[in-house]
């Protein structure tokens, strides 16, 4: 009895290695192909929980470092993790921003309102560009010194009140900041085929948010404009900056139409921009920077289609580029500056861990966030 007691697990051990080498004899090889790669299966899922992985460690990165951001940048942040998540932990970056919003309105009612001042204005700020060889600045003063009262307009009011409006408030002094914008006729900006080519993405804004307030609605013009400007059967004759203004001016139709990670995407209503991509991504991944990257893939993901080989392909450039020492995506030339790299690293957090769309925050959903509004902002 002792003997057998012994000896039978042994057998028992030796029988279902047997069975097992057997199994693997008979057990079919398989084989996964870049297509599979592009699928819905348990290498996806692994995949994604790399990118989620990422996103933490960028996300890290910046929230221990959050406030000593500038409340530009602090805002920036604050306000798309705030849409993606409903954590009122980012309530405090999002008053910050709120009050950017007021403080600039603030100045425009009281300081920058005449014909005279929005002249003064201006012309200080068209000088900035002057004297600097970035092939950038340089086609932004080219395009912008005969109307420098775009910088004021464009650049400065409109944004402001657009966000403020997105918040369920508007300035307590709207009604003059809408008669100075009805000086001004929007399309001879949008038409102009230099300004679309100095201030893509900006107009692209722009359009929307005057589309947003209820005022011109130059959207088509400028989408015609930006087609004459930017055919697609030109893109190799482009420099490397131009085809980026292009890309970036793509995204930024997409981001302005969903109001900023607010509403969905009806990929139909834009065909033409996500046949591009799909048709392009290679192209854009060798000659774009990693937001432009980034912003392709999310203009995706605020389409519903998560599952799109184009969203892949941009998260893996971008987890390619994350430098893991410092947390965080560098620039193209390296730099590891937090404040700089604020928009890049947003956009790779969200495109790496995707978390939907939500209407937010406002004053009648989440009032927990306005308890105190900063001066001279009011409810709608």
Same mark, same amino acid.
């Given at each position: 009895?002792?003997?057998?007691m012994?000896?039978?697990?042994?057998?028992?051990?030796l029988?279902?290695?047997? %069975?097992?080498?057997?199994?693997?004899?008979?057990?079919? *090889?398989i084989?996964i192909?870049?297509e599979?790669?592009?699928?819905?299966?348990i290498?996806?899922?692994l995949?994604?929980?790399g990118?989620? $992985? #990422?996103? #933490?460690? *960028?996300?890290h990165t !910046?929230?221990?470092?959050?406030y000593?951001?500038? %409340?530009?940048?602090?805002?920036?942040?604050?306000?798309?993790m705030?849409?993606?998540?409903l954590?009122?932990?980012y309530?405090?970056?999002?008053?910050?921003?709120?009050a /950017?919003?007021?403080?600039?309105? &603030?100045?425009?009612?009281?300081?920058?309102?005449?014909?005279e001042?929005?002249?003064?204005?201006?012309?200080?700020?068209?000088?900035?560009y002057?004297?600097?060889? &970035?092939? /950038?600045t340089v086609? /932004?003063?080219?395009?912008?010194?005969?109307?420098?009262?775009?910088l004021?307009?464009?650049?400065?009011l409109?944004?402001s009140m657009?966000?403020?409006?997105e918040?369920?408030?508007?300035?307590?002094?709207?009604? =003059?900041?809408?008669?100075?914008i009805?000086? !001004?006729?929007?399309?001879k900006?949008v038409?102009?085929e230099?300004?679309?080519?100095?201030w893509?993405?900006q107009?692209?804004?722009? @359009?929307?948010?005057?589309? $947003?307030?209820?005022e011109?609605?130059?959207?088509?013009?400028f989408?015609?404009?930006?087609?004459?400007?930017y055919?697609?059967? &030109?893109?190799?004759?482009?420099?490397? $900056?131009?085809?980026?203004?292009?890309?970036?001016?793509l995204?930024?139709?997409?981001?302005a139409?969903?109001? !900023?990670?607010?509403?969905?995407?009806?990929?139909?209503?834009?065909?033409?921009?996500?046949?591009?991509?799909?048709?392009?991504?290679?192209?854009?991944?060798?000659r %774009?920077?990693?937001?432009?990257?980034?912003e392709?893939? *999310?203009?995706?993901l605020?389409?519903?289609?998560? #599952?799109?080989?184009? @969203?892949?392909?941009?998260r =893996?450039v971008i987890?390619?580029?994350?430098? /893991?020492?410092?947390?965080?995506?560098?620039?193209v030339?390296g730099?590891?500056?937090l =404040?700089?790299?604020e928009?890049?690293? @947003?956009? %790779?957090?969200?495109?790496?861990?995707w =978390?939907?769309?939500?209407v937010?925050?406002?004053?009648? &959903?989440?009032?927990?966030?306005?308890?105190?509004?900063? !001066?001279?902002? *009011?409810?709608?």
């Amino acid at each position: 009895m002792k003997t057998l007691m012994i000896k039978t697990p042994i057998v028992i051990f030796l029988l279902v290695l047997m %069975a097992l080498q057997n199994m693997a004899i008979s057990a079919p *090889i398989i084989t996964i192909t870049s297509e599979d790669l592009t699928k819905p299966t348990i290498v996806n899922e692994l995949e994604n929980e790399g990118f989620k $992985q #990422d996103a #933490d460690l *960028i996300r890290h990165t !910046y929230e221990a470092n959050l406030y000593s951001l500038p %409340a530009f940048k602090s805002g920036h942040y604050g306000l798309r993790m705030y849409r993606q998540t409903l954590d009122d932990k980012y309530a405090p970056a999002v008053w910050s921003d709120m009050a /950017r919003v007021a403080s600039r309105l &603030n100045m425009f009612s009281e300081q920058v309102h005449t014909a005279e001042q929005i002249q003064s204005y201006s012309e200080k700020r068209i000088e900035n560009y002057r004297d600097d060889s &970035n092939q /950038r600045t340089v086609l /932004r003063y080219q395009a912008t010194k005969l109307m420098p009262e775009y910088l004021y307009l464009g650049v400065g009011l409109l944004g402001s009140m657009a966000r403020a409006d997105e918040y369920g408030l508007k300035h307590r002094e709207d009604k =003059k900041l809408r008669e100075v914008i009805h000086r !001004y006729d929007f399309t001879k900006y949008v038409i102009d085929e230099n300004m679309v080519k100095a201030w893509a993405a900006q107009l692209a804004n722009q @359009v929307y948010w005057l589309r $947003q307030l209820g005022e011109q609605d130059v959207v088509d013009d400028f989408i015609a404009t930006f087609k004459k400007v930017y055919p697609d059967n &030109n893109d190799s004759f482009l420099s490397e $900056q131009q085809f980026g203004n292009k890309v970036y001016g793509l995204t930024h139709i997409i981001f302005a139409a969903s109001r !900023y990670y607010q509403d969905p995407i009806n990929e139909q209503d834009y065909q033409w921009i996500y046949d591009y991509y799909r048709n392009n991504i290679d192209t854009i991944i060798e000659r %774009a920077k990693e937001d432009v990257i980034a912003e392709v893939g *999310i203009n995706f993901l605020l389409a519903g289609l998560d #599952d799109d080989p184009v @969203v892949l392909k941009t998260r =893996k450039v971008i987890q390619k580029a994350l430098n /893991r020492e410092h947390g965080l995506i560098p620039s193209v030339t390296g730099e590891m500056d937090l =404040k700089k790299g604020e928009h890049r690293n @947003v956009l %790779a957090i969200m495109l790496l861990d995707w =978390k939907g769309m939500n209407v937010a925050p406002t004053l009648t &959903n989440e009032p927990e966030v306005f308890n105190s509004i900063p !001066y001279g902002l *009011i409810e709608k």
